[in-house]
């Protein structure tokens, strides 16, 4: 087995880097997948998320680079790296640049709510290493302020979850208009049925490395669950805040909306929150992240769209508090603590609603996850219990006691629900009855198949034979028209 980089084929001044950076040993997938892509191969990259993917693919990249004479071409980028978030693109470059050390490395961030001003005037130059999302760069690359046919490397990040967030089309584009001759690399945490179909179209004859089976958690990750009702898990979560080993916290809602009423609440009982979602500013969610990061603040609460984008040192707990609607994105979430063989801690509360979520969580990662908590105290829990027996109802008072009763005549009086006769819908030019019909009667020219009767009423006069009427009045008649 490998023991460190250098045995790798990683050139020296990449070596000198990764030993200020700290690293010293590589991981299971770096292991495997540098020396395939420095040898010039395509890369199918299987690997849980933390395992140092993103250093995987980008010490091949910072190598080829270093080989190269001159500077990029105006409008032309060496290595395009596509990731399905903001946060995501923003974490690869900051390794990338760090990686890089005292490399003349131009990188560029093309993302969706920044300054598309300032993208286009780095691009203008040419950069080595581009970053970036489909979307904003789809849109650069049809105003020409991008072009990638003489782009070396293309790399695919996460790959599932980019198929997830409908990127697919994209990907494909982009892909086509680089080079044939290009050398790529798919990494990703899982390997669905549309993430192998989309490698046979971009790789050629790719090495498959993979250092865990997919959706394999991460072994230093204690995981649990706590039983609780819907709306109890606000004092559990407070009740679990309240220990204070749980440091640094990053809380997972499913929605949006969700994670602002937990970032609220959570306020409102006294905690120091922050909170980032895809309805918030780049700016904003930056700042976020950076709050968390710096320790200025305990909790983070996020949406699915972090699941993969946070690389934050020091997260001791992840809390879903509630579980995601993909069983697979429960693999991302818990996989921001516990990183680069640290050890972590990940708590799921689950109410009644969420226990077949629960069961396709422990179907993936194939493993039955602890649980504690009653969920008894939801109404919806006790669905199955029989129902309680009716009270018994007291003796009703009745006002006509001892006096002697009349028979009721039919029709008369209100019929209660058991016995009254299911009234038949009139049908078109019908009358429910006619003169002399009881109400529940067939009324007799319906039974002899005569003209239904003239409809009964007042006559309505127009103005003009009011107005003879009145003409025919004695004066002191008259009334006005």
Do not use: C
């Amino acid at each position: 087995m490998t023991q460190n980089f250098a045995q790798l084929g990683l050139p020296e001044t990449l070596l000198k880097n990764l030993d200020r950076a700290g690293f010293s040993t590589p991981t299971p997938i770096q292991a495997k997948a540098i020396p395939p892509q420095l040898e010039g191969h395509d890369i199918l990259g299987i690997a849980q998320t933390g395992s140092g993917k993103t250093a995987a693919f980008v010490l091949p990249i910072l190598a080829g680079i270093q080989k190269l004479e001159g500077r990029p071409k105006p409008a032309t980028t060496r290595a395009l790296i596509l990731a399905p978030t903001r946060e995501l693109a923003v974490q690869i470059e900051e390794v990338a640049r760090s990686l890089a050390g005292s490399m003349r490395l131009s990188t560029v961030l093309v993302l969706g709510g920044v300054s598309r001003h300032a993208q286009v005037t780095k691009l203008a130059h040419g950069v080595d290493i581009v970053i970036a999302t489909p979307g904003r760069l789809q849109d650069l690359l049809d105003d020409k302020k991008l072009r990638l046919d003489t782009t070396r490397w293309l790399v695919l990040d996460e790959a599932d979850r980019m198929l997830d967030m409908g990127f697919i089309r994209p990907v494909r584009a982009i892909a086509a208009l680089m080079s044939v001759r290009r050398q790529t690399a798919l990494f990703s945490a899982t390997m669905a049925p549309e993430v192998a179909e989309l490698a046979k179209g971009l790789l050629r004859e790719p090495v498959r490395v993979e250092a865990a089976p997919p959706a394999t958690t991460v072994s230093t990750i204690e995981q649990s669950v706590i039983l609780a009702p819907a709306k109890g898990k606000r004092t559990v979560l407070n009740d679990l805040l309240a220990d204070g080993a749980l440091a640094k916290v990053l809380i997972f809602a499913r929605t949006k909306h969700g994670a602002d009423r937990v970032a609220k609440n959570l306020t409102m009982d006294g905690h120091q929150v922050a909170a980032i979602h895809g309805n918030k500013s780049q700016n904003a969610r930056q700042a976020a992240l950076k709050g968390f990061a710096d320790g200025r603040v305990r909790l983070l609460v996020a949406t699915d769209i972090a699941a993969r984008g946070i690389d934050v040192t020091g997260i001791t707990h992840v809390i879903n508090f509630e579980l995601p609607d993909d069983a697979e994105n429960y693999v991302h979430r818990i996989g921001r603590t516990g990183r680069n063989g640290a050890s972590g801690i990940a708590i799921s509360l689950v109410d009644s609603g969420e226990l077949d979520k629960l069961r396709d969580v422990e179907r993936l990662t194939r493993q039955k996850l602890p649980r504690s908590g009653d969920l008894h105290l939801n109404a919806g829990a006790a669905a199955d219990a029989s129902p309680a027996p009716a009270a018994p109802r007291g003796p009703r008072h009745n006002n006509n006691a001892g006096k002697p009763q009349q028979p009721r005549r039919s029709g008369q009086g209100r019929p209660t629900a058991g016995n009254a006769p299911r009234q038949r819908k009139p049908a078109d030019g019908e009358r429910h009855h006619d003169a002399g019909a009881r109400p529940n009667e067939t009324p007799a020219w319906l039974k002899t198949g005569a003209t239904p009767p003239a409809k009964k009423g007042k006559p309505r006069w127009n103005r003009a034979q009011k107005q003879a009427r009145q003409a025919k009045r004695p004066q002191g008649q008259r009334a006005s028209v």
